[in-house]
Nanobody, 130 residues
Framework: EVRLVESGGDLVQPGGSLRLSCVAS????????MSWIRQAPGKGLEWVSA????????YYAESVKGRFTISRDNAKNTLYLQMHSLKSEDTAVYYC???????????????????????WGQGTQVTVSS
């Protein structure tokens, strides 16, 4: 059974930093693309970032480029999201996710909102507020 467990969310002031982690189990982590998705209060799901199985190829939403960095440690089955210069609009529940039916994302996946063709965890709350 696929299991994705996110952690690291917290209340942080604008301009602050956080690092989210996602520990994966139940599948061969090192062959899957991984992603971070978020859902802000009252809004739909939004792609945040993704990386390929080796971590060398990445995708970032325009809203987080230059502030967030995705990385992974395949030896630890763990995905990370380092977030800097946090803004109030980053407030959301953050989920890590994998494609449900394939091992890799395609560019077209990121041109529409995340949907049921992904498996994600229970999420971790990030609140940016003074």
């Amino acid at each position: 059974e696929v299991r994705l467990v996110e952690s690291g969310g917290d209340l942080v002031q604008p301009g602050g930093s956080l690092r989210l982690s996602c520990v994966a189990s139940g599948f061969t982590f090192s062959v899957y693309d991984m992603s971070w998705i978020r859902q802000a209060p009252g809004k739909g799901l939004e792609w945040v970032s993704a990386c390929n199985e080796g971590g060398g190829s990445t995708y970032y939403a325009e809203s987080v480029k230059g502030r967030f960095t995705i990385s992974r440690d395949n030896a630890k089955n763990t995905l990370y999201l380092q977030m800097h210069s946090l803004k109030s609009e980053d407030t959301a529940v953050y989920y890590c996710a994998i494609p449900k039916y394939v091992t890799h994302y395609s560019d077209s996946d990121f041109r529409r909102a995340p949907h049921g063709n992904n498996i994600w965890g229970q999420g971790t709350q990030v609140t940016v507020s003074s």
